[in-house]
């Protein structure tokens, strides 16, 4: 099982998950930036990547769909009083989940968009902001999944953020996860489904151009010898 050694309040720390465990392809050990500007080639030879894989019209219809149910309804906190419920307006969760998580979105487009993201790549982030008081002021929405690396330490979840300097704790963290075989990370459809949507964006590839072309092949044939007509024809 291949190691890597990390610190944590300067204490080393050896990683080991189950994706430290797979072996690893050329595509896995490619930098972030080239694998979002190349993507993941397929043995059709189609890059697949986030892009590429929502121009085929049934993968959109899905994460739509999916993403949209999710990200409908009105969230609310309720308090109990006795048999009955009401909306609790003064909790600190309320204005977060029910109108703007962060600055930059509502709750709609943040439960919609992490939805998409869990859907298609896995994994979604947003990191939770505290208050003095240790309560959830802020939820920031993380663009990439692939900036995110999880693992665990003394039975607890560390999450390491690129560009962001420090471990955030698990209690810090909203991570939506896919289906994952440790526990920890969910699992890319993108990676695990390459074949699929590769040989489904060769299929859409090929059929355009043949429409492109007027449903024909265009050839010509040449030949150094003069013709006649009855020969030409």
Known sequence: MAKREIKILGIPVYKSTTQETEARSYEDSMPVWAQRLWGLQSESGMRVNQETSLTFSAVWACVRILANTVAMPSLNVYK????????????????????????????????????????????????????????????EFIDDPDKVDVFSYDRKVYYRVSGNPGLIPGSDMFHIKGLSFDGLKGKSVLQVARESFGAALAMQDYQNKLYKNGGATRIALSTEQTLKEETKQ
């Open 80 to 139: 109990h009083d006795g048999e009955s419920k009401t909306k609790d307006t003064t909790h600190p969760i309320q204005r977060i989940i029910h109108s703007e998580p962060n600055g930059m979105m509502s709750s709609f487009q943040w439960r919609q968009t992490m939805q998409a993201h869990a859907a298609l790549r896995g994994n979604a982030y947003s990191i939770i902001h505290r208050d003095n008081s240790m309560r959830p002021a802020e939820l």
